[in-house]
């Protein structure tokens, strides 16, 4: 059973940086993509950026594009999301997911999730 489970949320001001973590577990993740998404209450879901495990080819949403980074370690199974230049709208609970595939990118089904981690960000 994979299991995904979600680090590194805090609060902070505008303009500081935060790394997130999710460690993976349980599976095999070599053709998999990993991503991060958040949610607002009340709010639907929102891709923020996508990453092939193999490879490590990624794929960002424009409202993050340019100060957030997403990354892997092979070696830990844990995927990382550095963000940079944090913004009073990057409040929110961000997850991890995971889905088959070898090519990065927002669309459904994503077969894993984590509980979330929330970030809130103060101006």
């Known amino acids: 059973q994979v299991q995904l489970v979600e680090s590194g949320g805090g609060l902070v001001q505008a303009g500081d940086s935060l790394r997130l973590s999710c460690a993976a577990s349980g599976g095999t993740f070599s053709y998999s993509v990993m991503g991060w998404f958040r949610q607002v209450p009340g709010k639907e879901r929102e891709f923020v950026a996508a990453?092939?495990?193999?490879?490590?080819?990624?794929y960002y949403a424009d409202s993050v594009k340019g100060r957030f980074t997403i990354s892997r370690d092979n070696a830990k199974n844990t995927l990382y999301l550095q963000m940079n230049s944090l913004k009073p709208e990057d409040t929110a609970v961000y997850s991890c997911a995971a889905k088959r595939g070898i090519v990065p990118t927002s669309t459904p089904p994503w077969e894993y999730w984590g509980q979330g981690t929330q970030v809130t960000v103060s101006s």
């Open positions: 990453i092939a495990w193999y490879g490590g080819s990624s």
